[in-house]
């Protein structure tokens, strides 16, 4: 992964779930990490990627970073779009891999086109269950996540 790109995914992924280990959450530190996350993200908004990987990459941490952060300039919605038109150029381009399964996540956690999921499943399901790496069973999760939980912001009455 391209350095900046890897480190807003990072950081977004971990803002994404702070707290969830059982470990406090302190509000000063959780508003900086926001802060962090979302300027970073505004920053990289207008940066190729100079592969098709790279750019693929770039759109997932941007997704990630305005999925995770709660600052919104007025433009953020915009900002997902495009990244959002982005990635339906790099999708067709890219191999079926782990970065791949993680774009089309984001994407559909977006979009809900179960045509996403979908695709998803299917890269899946080539790879050994007995042998996934810990970002394999992530992106399992986080496709699951995003499946069982389309409204994660909504009480949804049954």
């Not at 770039?58 to 915009?78: E, P």
């Not at 499943?121 to 069982?148: C, D, P």
């Amino acid at each position: 992964m391209d350095s900046n790109s890897s480190s807003l995914f990072s950081l977004a992924h971990h803002l994404l779930t702070y707290g969830l280990d059982g470990s406090p959450i302190y509000a000063d530190q959780f508003t900086r990490l926001n802060r962090d996350v979302y300027e970073q993200a505004v920053e990289l908004y207008n940066t190729c990627g100079a592969t098709v990987e790279e750019e693929a990459e770039l759109c997932l941490g941007l997704l990630v970073a305005f999925a995770a952060t709660i600052y919104d300039n007025g433009s953020k919605q915009q900002y997902v779009q495009n990244v959002l038109d982005r990635s339906w150029e790099v999708l067709p381009k890219l191999s079926p891999s782990l970065l791949k399964v993680r774009l089309l996540t984001y994407c559909y956690s977006e979009f809900y086109d179960e045509s996403l999921a979908k695709e998803a499943h299917v890269i899946i399901s080539t790879w050994n269950k007995e042998e996934l790496t810990l970002e394999q069973a992530e992106a399992i999760e986080e496709l699951k996540g995003v499946e069982e939980n389309q409204y994660p912001w909504e009480e949804v009455e049954e």
